[in-house]
């Protein structure tokens, strides 16, 4: 049996204001095997942010364990952080974070260059990954000239292009109407039936039955029956 993609154990992690200590997170475990869509569900505070920081690696838990694709996190300084996080994560964004001005096919390129990808090379596959979600006809349009839907649709492609480990999406839906989110989310049903790992964010309980598996956080605690803790 293959390790977990991603492994949380006894993780916390605690703000100090500078008055008051704030635990965000406490004593969590998490487990999520290679190939699984996963939704992390939580109300608004209920620590699920601080968890996507801490999966995506934008954080560091205060205490505990993060293995990522078979790299202990804590081990890493920040420079090979950064390197772990380009690598093994693609990021959706409830916002999209696209570029202005900025062509769909450059946005989708972007992140190969931080890798050091040749520019045709670059291209090659970021045509590759929109016209692989529909946007073959739309590579050099601008965010402005694109639906909310289609923008997301880039945010995606761009996620995709880098062929990461675990695609990290946060409130995917949260700016989309509800055609829109609904064509997003079957999209994730579809990438997910190719084998793709999914951990999906969202306070939406009917976004997250599309997810083959739920966890609930509330007080930066997850529930141990898998419903919103009390």
């Known amino acids: 049996m293959s390790e977990p993609i991603l492994q949380l154990e006894r993780v916390s992690r605690i703000y100090d204001t500078g008055k008051v200590l704030v635990p965000a997170l406490q004593d969590v475990d998490l487990t999520v095997d290679r190939g699984e869509f996963l939704a ?21 838990p205060t205490s505990g364990r993060y293995v990522l694709d078979g790299t ?14 380009s690598r093994s994560i693609g990021f959706i964004f409830q916002s999209y974070n696209l570029l202005p001005r900025t062509s769909a096919l450059e946005n989708v390129a972007t992140p190969l260059a931080y890798q050091g990808v040749p520019r045709r090379e670059r291209l090659e596959r970021a045509r590759a990954a929109l016209t692989l979600l529909g946007l073959g006809d739309r590579l050099d349009h601008e965010p402005t000239e694109l639906s909310g839907g289609q923008q997301q649709r880039v945010g ?42 999914i951990v999906l964010i969202t306070h939406d309980l009917e976004v997250a039955e599309a997810a083959d598996r739920q966890v609930h956080i509330r007080d930066g605690r997850i529930a141990p029956d898998g419903r919103i803790a009390a």
Request: one cysteine or more; charged letters at 25%; proline letters at 5%.
């Open 40 to 60: 992390i569900v939580g109300p608004s505070g209920s620590g699920k942010s601080t968890m996507m920081h801490i999966l995506g690696c934008l954080d560091r």
């Open 156 to 197: 995606i492609a761009r996620a995709l292009v880098t062929e990461p480990a675990v695609l990290l999406a946060d409130e995917p839906t949260g700016n989309l109407d509800s055609h829109a989110g609904a064509e997003v989310i079957e999209l994730f049903r579809q990438l997910h039936a190719t084998g793709r790992t």
């Open 72 to 85: 202990p996190v804590e081990e890493l300084d920040d420079d090979a952080l950064a390197a772990v996080r």
